[in-house]
């Protein structure tokens, strides 16, 4: 099965400062996305990859799959405290729609 | 509004019980799934859905249970034989194929009293 691994497991930041979060996975990624969660609530849709060396922005939000299509990076450029939250990466294996999920990256902004 | 709604958003289950959570969408998404978030673990696929009456298990079906009645419903029932429910439960829905986004609800906490 797909493992996506995250990293960091958390991270905190001053505000302003810029951040990127990664997710590796085990195997090809045929599509990747990026969900932000806020503690006990629902995923909200980022942003969704599928070719390798694609970037899609977003505000601040820069996300980008790499050529082999094995790791995916999301960047956040002068980070503001709406910006916390967990941030987890999902991934489509070989069954279609069902996506594999990292164990998330928490993100603290401070003021 | 379009989207997914989830209820109760908090339910408490004394031991030995089954709960049944609640997941309903308007739009119009053939696919269905339910997930469970730990603390630390990322979510976990139980159950999914490609289209009325068939379903699929998931990594972690064993003590739960759901059925597809509807195209709009997807509930999930957590039956006694769940060894550990207590967790967040997200429902999702999408368009089924790969590269299609899939859509969260914002999920129920059951928590075992």
């Known amino acids: 099965s797909q493992e996506l691994e995250q990293s960091p497991q958390s991270l905190i930041v001053q505000e302003g400062k810029n951040l990127t979060i990664n997710c590796t996975s085990s195997?090809?990624?045929?599509?990747l996305y990026w969900y932000k969660q806020k503690y006990g609530e629902g995923l909200i849709f980022l942003m969704m990859?599928?070719?390798?060396?694609e970037e899609k922005s977003h505000e601040k939000i820069t996300a980008k799959l790499d050529e082999k299509k094995q790791q995916s990076s999301l960047h956040i450029t002068a980070s503001q405290p709406s910006h916390a939250g967990i941030y987890l990466c999902?991934?489509?294996?070989?069954?279609?729609?069902?996506?594999?999920f990292g164990q998330g990256t928490i993100l603290t902004v401070h003021p | 509004d379009g989207g997914i709604t989830q209820s109760p958003k908090y339910l408490f289950r004394k031991e030995g019980q089954n709960v049944t959570l609640s997941c309903e969408q308007n739009?119009?998404?053939?696919?269905m799934y339910w997930y469970r978030q730990d603390p630390g673990q990322g979510l976990r696929l139980i159950y999914y859905?490609?289209?009325?009456?068939d379903f699929q298990k998931g990594d972690i079906a064993e003590g739960y249970s759901v059925s597809r009645e509807k195209k709009e419903s997807f509930p999930l029932t957590v039956t006694s034989a769940q060894k550990n429910p207590t967790a967040f439960y997200l429902c999702?829905?999408?368009?089924w194929g790969n590269g299609n986004t899939i859509y969260f609800g914002e999920g129920s906490w059951l928590t075992v009293v």
């Open positions: 999702a829905s999408s368009i």
């Open positions: 195997k090809t990624l045929y599509g």
């Open positions: 990859l599928q070719k390798g060396g």
């Open positions: 999902g991934a489509d294996g070989t069954s279609y729609g069902k996506l594999t």
């Open positions: 739009l119009n998404h053939d696919a």
């Open positions: 859905s490609q289209i009325v009456n």
